[in-house]
């Protein structure tokens, strides 16, 4: 299984510190553990901040930098070993392996940190945090703060200023490393794998999560410990449905499959879309809407490389989607005055890709000083154009209605432009009506 190295975490804590002011902290909590009900537990999964800083995978446990410390300055305050707990929930790391495995110069038991870290803060100007994003660790830093003011009489310093750890961070992270579009690659085929799976798998009286599992073994087997979210399998009108997430209706001949889900590898995701017939062939209409919206993915890719601009990939996609909208009769006027009064927006109703990474809507600001940002190498994004044409739309011709096609891919920007992470599934219709044949086949 392809991995972070070690040695990039620790290049990624030095280039955050080089950015931090002098004498300063920061100070990022692991994920809490989620109830999913009662006394049962979420699969844990580590908050991606604290992930891209330490690769530390457990919960109740606190990161501090400390740029200049002399005896250190990567801390990390974790659970204890502890025999009996292991028995029950699994090996921990303890402070031995904190400093072994994971590159810590010091380590301690999570249970002292309220004795130790006021006294790592005091006397530092700045405080780094991911301020609001979690109120109750927010407390207790505040908590921690207060114990150092309620010593100033005694000459203790409290820090006087609070930044945002977002905004050094989250543009570190949007910049993917070698080590990280190999990760993303790796996902990506595993994913790949997962939709021809289920495009085999597909027939007239399964149900939608008939096809859902197809996905999830796939996962399992390649090694993802679970999806990067939650899988849409949406058959018929339910392609209209943009987060349809009941993935239980049967499958029946003449309707359409999309089915947009990815997993994750090493906290990093893939996310892909495609969108195929129950029965194998594409009715005229199907072929028509999905052949736009293929045509419209071709015209973002040609957008997306160094020194172009955020928006531009969607813009070549409104524009292509429109047109062809108006060829087929669905939209009526002149394709510039459609544009400008996104007409197109009864039938494609969201943009054309996010950022992705270590979350699936990763971070990043897509706008800086009010202009879109410009694409630079290593920056990975999603390309989704889609058309929905919703089956109560009394507004076209019958055989049009209840209608949704979405085609998704992930890259990175490259020197002279993408590279296309998801290959690996059928995209044009041939392919995919000769891959689902071929399975038909097999199987009689």
């Not at 002098?22 to 699969?43: C, G, K, Q, T, Y």
């Not at 009526?332 to 950022?355: C, N, P, Q, T």
Request: proline share 4%.
């Amino acid at each position: 299984m392809i991995h972070i190295p070690k040695s990039e975490y620790s290049r990624r804590r030095k280039a955050l510190m080089a950015q931090m002011e002098p004498n300063s902290i920061a100070i990022l909590p692991a994920a809490a553990v989620a109830i999913r009900n009662r006394d049962v537990e979420h699969v844990y999964r580590q908050d991606s901040d604290f992930q891209y800083l330490s690769g530390f995978p457990e919960p109740q446990a606190v990161l501090v930098l400390m740029p200049g410390r002399v005896h250190g300055e990567y801390i990390l305050f974790c659970r204890e070993r502890n025999a009996e707990r292991e028995l029950w929930d699994g090996l921990r790391a303890g402070q031995e392996g904190a400093i072994r495995d994971f590159g810590a110069d010091d380590a301690f038991p999570i249970t002292d940190i309220d004795d130790i870290l006021p006294g790592l803060i005091e006397g530092r100007d700045r405080v780094y945090s991911a301020m609001g994003s979690n109120p109750e660790f927010d407390r207790h830093l505040m908590e921690w703060i207060n114990v150092i003011r309620s010593k100033a009489n005694l000459g203790a310093q409290p820090p006087n200023e609070f930044v945002a750890l977002d905004h050094l961070l989250h543009d570190m992270r949007l910049y993917k490393s070698a080590a990280e579009v190999k990760v993303m690659r790796e996902a990506a085929r595993i994913s790949a794998q997962a939709h021809v799976r289920a495009m085999q798998a597909c027939r007239a009286g399964l149900h939608e999560f008939s096809l859902e599992a197809e996905l999830d073994y796939e996962f399992r087997k390649g090694g993802a410990k679970m999806p990067a979210y939650g899988s849409i399998v949406a058959a018929g009108r339910n392609s209209c449905i943009l987060h349809y997430q009941q993935n239980d209706a049967l499958l029946k001949d003449g309707d359409m499959v999309l089915i947009d889900a990815g997993c994750e590898i090493d906290c990093y995701a893939s996310d892909i879309t495609r969108t195929f017939p129950v029965s194998g062939k594409y009715s005229a209409e199907q072929k028509a809407i999905y052949e736009l919206v293929l045509a419209s993915q071709e015209a973002a890719f040609a957008e997306i490389a160094p020194n172009k601009h955020w928006n531009q990939a969607h813009e070549a996609t409104v524009r292509v989607i429109t047109a062809g909208l108006v060829k087929l009769g669905l939209l009526r006027g002149d394709v510039d005055e459609l544009i400008a009064s996104e007409a197109y927006k009864a039938f494609y109703m969201h943009r054309a890709g996010h950022w992705l990474g270590m979350d699936v809507h990763d971070v990043g600001e897509y706008k800086v000083g009010g202009e879109w940002r410009v694409l630079e190498v290593g920056m990975a994004l999603t390309v989704e154009p889609g058309i929905y044409i919703a089956p109560d739309n009394q507004n076209v011709a019958k055989k049009w209605r209840g209608i949704g096609v979405r085609i998704e891919d992930d890259v990175v920007v490259t020197k002279t432009g993408c590279e296309i992470l998801t290959n690996g599934v059928p995209k044009t219709v041939a392919e995919i009506e000769a891959l689902m044949a071929a399975a038909r086949t097999q199987a009689a």
